[in-house]
């Protein structure tokens, strides 16, 4: 078995992990591991097999940033120092940084260990009793078991449902589920994995007219179509002279400046004061599910806050031949409706004490009945919008309404909803009597030196995709990591 001693380690190299290794191997006194169980192999795309929907995978170069009142909801319930002004000074902070962790390989204090899988926390006891993190254990692809150990600090960074899943297989999380599958409690918090939160969605198709130029017409030819449209993206030919494959906007409860729509929305707010809170309250307590559902209802009645995103997009994958891996429809555009804040809410839990055994993921879609509401209602606004004349131009008048009225809406979104896997939530940040896991600086409850910093400390997932809130919570998460060990220094 291979030990290794450092001052911090983090477990996970996705964006927050690798956020965390650069700021805090700056400080050449501390000797830093970050522990990815992947590899570090470069991706050259050449072959469309691989994916599937490319408007989806290009329009990753647009990003947008979570909204002042999402953020200051955090710290509305109780977490000190995460307020708007706050996070956004963290999200600038790495929004200069473009070679991201490249800059920080040759520092001779950060170590990168892929290919290694940490399995399970390890723990010892302070003078006075407490539990204290003191490393991981870990099993190397080449090379077996290795145990790193952690002098100061702990982190994971994992995503909402690893971190989630590795606490409970070093025995923190609800005590009964623990004991049933043969793990020792050590810290018991019922709400360790409760709170899945994710973005649901659905699509929407238009036909375009023949001359609206679409990713079918730069990618037709089927052998060397990938190929092609990755060459106009280098160059920034055709579709890609503009910033980015698709076009984004956040969009308020529709109808809300007008009579009719404020009627509407009152008369959901009112079946919303119906439904029964010990039902919502399945994977969280009836404290945060009141707190959570005064969140939405804050968002609905706004006039400048999204209650969800439009996402226009030049092609699609061919919904009518979904096996046929890469191939985009000729002439279409497609617009993805995206819940901004779901009310439901699911959970992620083990199922055994190997770690091989699968983890038991119930997202829950759309079992809040205002989710579907408010979806259905985004939806029937784009059939609204392909109607104005600027759309029409391109797309040619369809004689067919989708959508006449809200019953098929909710039809439509019943049967063709889908999760974005943008999953937050499991290890909340907020007081551990109303649902948290973790406090205001990260710190697990009940453990010293061990904290979670990731999207799954949100309590509420943010408005839109969540690569920037991960970022801004790394960032403010290295800072809190470096006071602190300045704190125990001095």
């Not at 710290?75 to 800059?103: E, I, K, M, P």
């Not at 810290?187 to 375009?208: K, M, R, Y």
């Not at 009945?369 to 004349?389: C, I, N, W």
């Not at 063709?416 to 907020?430: D, L, W």
């Amino acid at each position: 078995m291979i030990v290794r001693i450092f001052d911090v380690v983090i477990v996970g190299g996705g964006a927050a992990g690798r956020i965390l290794a650069l700021r805090l191997s700056g400080d050449p006194s501390l000797a830093v591991a970050l522990i990815e169980s992947a590899n570090e192999r470069e991706l050259c795309l050449r072959d469309s097999r691989f994916v599937r929907d490319i408007s989806g995978y290009l329009h990753r170069r647009s990003l947008t940033a979570a909204s002042k009142t999402h953020v200051d909801a955090w710290h509305d319930l109780g977490n000190s120092g995460w307020d708007y002004d706050s996070f956004a000074t963290a999200v600038h902070r790495c929004q200069s940084q473009y070679n991201g962790l490249a800059s920080a390989r040759s520092r001779t204090n950060l170590t990168i260990a892929t290919e290694t899988t940490v399995h399970k926390i390890h723990f010892d006891r302070s003078s006075n009793g407490e539990i204290v993190a003191t490393g991981v254990e870990a099993i190397k692809r080449i090379g077996g078991k290795a145990i790193f150990q952690a002098r100061k600090e702990v982190i994971l960074a994992a995503g909402a449902i690893s971190s989630s899943r590795l606490l409970e297989h070093s025995g923190i999380g609800n005590v009964e589920l623990l004991q049933q599958i043969g793990i020792d409690c050590i810290i018991d918090n019922p709400h360790v994995g409760e709170n899945l939160q994710d973005h649901v969605g659905t699509d929407v198709v238009f036909a375009a007219k023949n001359d609206m130029q679409t990713l079918h017409s730069i990618s037709s030819k089927r052998d060397n179509g990938f190929v092609n449209t990755f060459d106009c993206c280098r160059h920034r030919a055709n579709l890609f002279k503009q910033s980015c494959l698709t076009s984004s906007v956040q969009l308020p409860f529709p109808g809300i400046n007008s009579s009719e729509g404020k009627h509407d929305l009152n008369s959901l707010l009112r079946r919303m004061a119906t439904y029964d809170m010990a039902e919502q309250s399945v994977t969280t307590t009836p404290e945060f599910a009141t707190v959570h559902e005064l969140f939405v209802r804050s968002i609905l009645t706004s006039p400048t806050d999204a209650s969800a995103s439009l996402t226009v997009g030049h092609a699609c994958t061919d919904l009518d031949h979904p096996d046929d891996v890469g191939c985009t429809c000729a002439g279409h555009t497609v617009v993805t409706v995206q819940l901004a804040y779901p009310l439901s809410r699911g959970s992620t839990h083990i199922t055994g004490p190997s770690i091989e055994a699968p983890n038991l993921t119930e997202a829950r879609y759309l079992s809040h009945p205002t989710d579907v509401e408010v979806l259905g209602r985004h939806v029937r606004s784009v059939e609204q919008m392909f109607k104005h004349a600027e759309l029409t131009m391109q797309h040619p008048k369809h004689d067919k309404v989708l959508f006449p009225n809200v019953d098929t809406a909710r039809k439509y979104v019943n049967q063709t909803a889908s999760g974005s896997s943008h999953y937050t939530g499991t290890c909340a940040m907020m007081p551990r009597e109303i649902g948290g896991v973790v406090d205001h600086k990260l710190r697990l409850f009940g453990c010293q030196n061990l904290r979670v910093c990731d999207a799954s400390v949100m309590p509420m997932g943010p408005g839109v995709a969540f690569e920037i809130a991960i970022a801004g919570v790394a960032e403010m998460g290295a800072a809190l990591v470096e006071q602190s060990l300045s704190r125990k220094e001095s």
